[in-house]
């Protein structure tokens, strides 16, 4: 990812400065074009979602009634198959005894009279199951043969339930059918077939939607098939808007090379719905007026941008072009320098220019000063390197004084000096700024028995370390002032024997070093008191803040030193994070 970065970064800073700006303003452009489209956009959805509003609104309180009088419908079909007289009557028929014309005819009142409470119905009649005849309006006459059989099929698949044939929508008409069962004997033998043919498209009109003006209404099935006069659409054309506006709250369709505005809304009812139209070329055209207007903005934005960016361009580059010859003329004969006539400018050029004539007198000056700084710094090396010890040579020394106390037959002094010479060796030798716990240890028993000796036998230490931790790394150099501070607290007690114990243990996921001495108890907050200088940091103080700092600097806030006491002892605690070996230099 950053090889890729880089890449893209050499490839813009090679592109010269007049493509770069061409692009910056270029995409300025674009920008501003895309603002224009998108509010535009905003614009023809303000337009819609306002259109929406209103014909929602209107739907809901011009459509509210539709649904009800449809089950008013399926009410006065449920009245007529309750009817006693119509059971008593038809029964009758059913068991080959004879009615009369009066019997007739008051079947025919009766479903005259509940029919004539609700609007829209065509007609309502009975057709007897048993001799074929038709009871009750007469206005029924234009139903065909064909028609009754589709009914006729129809009203058997419901078994009784109220039955919507739709299609007949075209022609303004719907038929509610059912078949009229007898009571007595829960339902087995049928009586007749109820047919309601209903003038849908009346029922439609006088809602208030057609009386609208660019306003109307079609009435659909759950499959989108026209169950109402849908004015010049045909029936495929409804199904195919349909389509398109089902599950939206609206759409803009075209049918006939005529834009429409179409809001759908699903009713329960038998799952039909309702599909609201409204002509959408008058709010188009507006819409679009707008939006040319908004356009023709946009374009002389545009262009005064370009116009002005073309300007400023040419200035800039102008400016640049004549300081990048002045850099070029100086760097090829460094005495000579020109006027900067542009160094009068208040812009950045005017900047520039004032500081290319400073660059150039001090560029002159840095010359004239090069040759003694040289001297200087070569000077400096050799000094450097005269002050430098070779630690070879300190081993050597070091080995020539051993020999000789081993000659004297001195072995505490032939001690001392092995442990000092294995002390220089691991310090100065080893140039890793991490130990190993073993090899850090080891300095420290290296320093121990040093001490043993000066306090002869006084000074007992002990190293306890858990056995995978023995390669675990730990920063060099931290172990051994806290050991040698521990020693100097217990020689202030004056005690017989002074203990140093040192643990080394896992701590979760850190690495825990406990220096432990007898004889001393540490302030409380001690950490906090010495850097606040409110306990003045002297001798091995000093050396406990340094540590402290390292590890934090090192490994962050959370790590460091802290002191405590535990029963006898005086505990300096060392905390990092935890790491093996071979893992990573630190």
């Given at each position: 990812m950053?090889?890729?970065?880089?890449?893209?970064?050499?490839i813009?800073n090679?592109i010269?400065?007049?493509?770069?700006?061409?692009?910056?303003w270029?995409f300025?452009?674009?920008?501003?074009?895309?603002?224009?489209?998108?509010?535009?956009?905003?614009?023809i959805?303000?337009?819609?979602?306002?259109l929406?509003?209103?014909?929602?609104?209107?739907?809901?309180?011009?459509l509210?009634?539709?649904?009800?009088?449809?089950?008013?419908?399926?009410?006065l079909?449920?009245?007529?198959?309750?009817?006693?007289?119509?059971?008593?009557?038809?029964?009758r028929?059913?068991?080959?005894?004879k009615?009369?014309?009066?019997d007739?005819e008051?079947?025919?009142?009766?479903?005259?009279?509940?029919?004539n409470?609700?609007?829209?119905i065509n007609?309502?009649?009975?057709?007897d199951?048993?001799?074929?005849s038709?009871?009750g309006?007469?206005?029924?006459?234009?139903l065909?043969?064909?028609?009754?059989?589709?009914?006729?099929?129809?009203?058997?698949?419901?078994?009784?339930r109220?039955?919507?044939?739709?299609?007949?929508?075209?022609?303004?008409?719907?038929i509610?059918?059912r078949?009229?069962?007898?009571?007595?004997?829960?339902?087995?033998d049928?009586?007749?077939?109820?047919?309601?043919?209903?003038?849908?498209?009346?029922l439609?009109?006088?809602?208030?939607?057609?009386?609208q003006?660019n306003?109307?209404?079609v009435?659909?099935?759950?499959?989108?098939n026209?169950l109402?006069?849908s004015?010049?659409l045909?029936?495929t054309q409804?199904?195919?808007?349909?389509?398109?506006?089902?599950g939206?709250k609206?759409?803009?369709?075209?049918?006939?090379?005529?834009?429409y505005?179409?809001?759908?809304?699903?009713?329960?009812?038998e799952?039909?719905?309702?599909?609201?139209?409204?002509?959408?070329?008058?709010?188009?055209s507006?819409?679009?007026?707008?939006?040319?207007r908004?356009?023709?903005?946009?374009i002389?934005?545009?262009l005064l941008?370009v116009?002005?960016?073309?300007f400023?361009?040419?200035?800039?580059?102008?400016?640049?072009g004549?300081?990048?010859?002045?850099?070029?003329?100086?760097?090829?004969?460094?005495?000579k320098?020109d006027s900067?006539?542009?160094?009068?400018?208040?812009d950045e050029?005017?900047?520039?220019y004032?500081?290319f004539?400073l660059?150039?007198?001090?560029?002159?000056?840095?010359?004239?000063e090069?040759?003694?700084?040289?001297?200087?710094?070569?000077?400096a090396?050799?000094e450097?390197?005269?002050?430098?010890?070779?630690p070879?040579?300190?081993?050597?020394?070091?080995?020539?004084?051993?020999?000789?106390?081993?000659?004297?037959?001195?072995?505490e002094?032939?001690k001392?000096v092995?442990?000092?010479?294995?002390?220089?060796?691991i310090t100065l030798?080893?140039r890793?700024?991490?130990l190993?716990?073993?090899?850090?240890?080891?300095?420290?028993?290296q320093?121990?028995?040093?001490?043993?000796?000066?306090?002869?036998?006084?000074?007992?230490?002990?190293?306890?370390?858990?056995?995978?931790?023995w390669?675990?790394?730990i920063?060099k150099?931290?172990?051994?002032?806290?050991?040698?501070?521990?020693?100097?607290?217990?020689?202030?007690?004056?005690?017989?024997?002074?203990?140093?114990?040192?643990?080394?243990?896992?701590?979760g996921?850190d690495l825990?070093?406990?220096?432990?001495?007898?004889?001393?108890?540490f302030?409380e907050?001690?950490?906090?008191?010495?850097?606040?200088?409110?306990?003045?940091p002297?001798g091995?103080?000093i050396?406990?803040?340094?540590?402290?700092?390292?590890?934090?600097?090192?490994?962050?806030?959370d790590?460091?030193?802290?002191?405590?006491?535990?029963?006898?002892y005086?505990?300096a605690?060392?905390?990092?994070?935890?790491?093996?070996?071979?893992?990573?230099?630190?």
């Amino acid at each position: 990812m950053w090889k890729t970065s880089g890449k893209i970064k050499r490839i813009v800073n090679n592109i010269k400065l007049k493509k770069k700006m061409t692009f910056v303003w270029l995409f300025s452009v674009m920008i501003i074009l895309a603002f224009a489209l998108w509010g535009d956009y905003k614009i023809i959805r303000s337009y819609n979602d306002t259109l929406y509003s209103v014909m929602v609104d209107s739907m809901n309180y011009a459509l509210s009634g539709i649904s009800q009088r449809l089950d008013d419908y399926e009410t006065l079909s449920e009245a007529i198959f309750r009817s006693s007289l119509i059971q008593e009557k038809l029964t009758r028929v059913l068991k080959n005894q004879k009615l009369y014309y009066a019997d007739y005819e008051s079947i025919r009142k009766l479903i005259a009279t509940e029919s004539n409470q609700y609007d829209y119905i065509n007609y309502a009649i009975l057709i007897d199951e048993t001799t074929g005849s038709e009871i009750g309006d007469t206005a029924s006459i234009g139903l065909t043969a064909e028609k009754k059989e589709r009914i006729l099929e129809a009203a058997e698949e419901g078994q009784g339930r109220p039955v919507w044939i739709t299609e007949y929508g075209k022609d303004s008409q719907m038929i509610l059918t059912r078949k009229i069962n007898r009571i007595e004997n829960l339902g087995k033998d049928t009586l007749a077939t109820l047919i309601i043919n209903i003038d849908i498209a009346a029922l439609i009109r006088d809602t208030g939607i057609s009386k609208q003006k660019n306003f109307w209404c079609v009435l659909v099935d759950s499959e989108g098939n026209s169950l109402s006069d849908s004015r010049e659409l045909t029936n495929t054309q409804v199904q195919d808007i349909y389509e398109q506006i089902r599950g939206e709250k609206f759409a803009v369709v075209v049918a006939n090379g005529y834009q429409y505005f179409a809001v759908y809304r699903e009713e329960s009812f038998e799952k039909w719905g309702y599909i609201y139209f409204s002509d959408y070329e008058e709010i188009y055209s507006r819409v679009n007026s707008n939006v040319k207007r908004i356009a023709l903005v946009g374009i002389l934005c545009v262009l005064l941008i370009v116009i002005l960016n073309s300007f400023f361009t040419r200035d800039i580059l102008r400016g640049f072009g004549r300081l990048i010859q002045k850099f070029q003329a100086f760097s090829e004969d460094i005495t000579k320098q020109d006027s900067l006539e542009d160094a009068q400018r208040k812009d950045e050029i005017g900047i520039l220019y004032q500081q290319f004539g400073l660059m150039q007198e001090k560029v002159v000056q840095l010359i004239q000063e090069n040759y003694i700084m040289e001297l200087e710094r070569k000077r400096a090396q050799v000094e450097m390197l005269e002050t430098q010890i070779n630690p070879h040579f300190l081993y050597n020394t070091l080995q020539t004084i051993d020999w000789r106390a081993k000659a004297l037959h001195s072995e505490e002094i032939s001690k001392m000096v092995e442990s000092l010479s294995r002390i220089l060796q691991i310090t100065l030798s080893n140039r890793k700024s991490c130990l190993t716990v073993e090899e850090e240890l080891d300095l420290v028993q290296q320093f121990v028995t040093i001490q043993q000796m000066r306090m002869e036998g006084e000074l007992l230490y002990e190293a306890r370390v858990e056995p995978e931790l023995w390669m675990a790394k730990i920063p060099k150099l931290v172990i051994q002032p806290l050991v040698e501070n521990g020693i100097s607290h217990s020689m202030n007690a004056m005690l017989k024997v002074a203990r140093i114990l040192v643990e080394v243990k896992r701590e979760g996921e850190d690495l825990a070093v406990l220096v432990k001495n007898n004889g001393s108890r540490f302030p409380e907050d001690l950490l906090r008191k010495l850097n606040q200088r409110e306990i003045q940091p002297a001798g091995h103080g000093i050396g406990i803040l340094n540590i402290d700092t390292r590890i934090k600097l090192t490994y962050g806030e959370d790590y460091g030193i802290s002191f405590c006491n535990e029963e006898e002892y005086a505990v300096a605690k060392l905390r990092i994070p935890f790491e093996a070996e071979g893992i990573s230099d630190v």
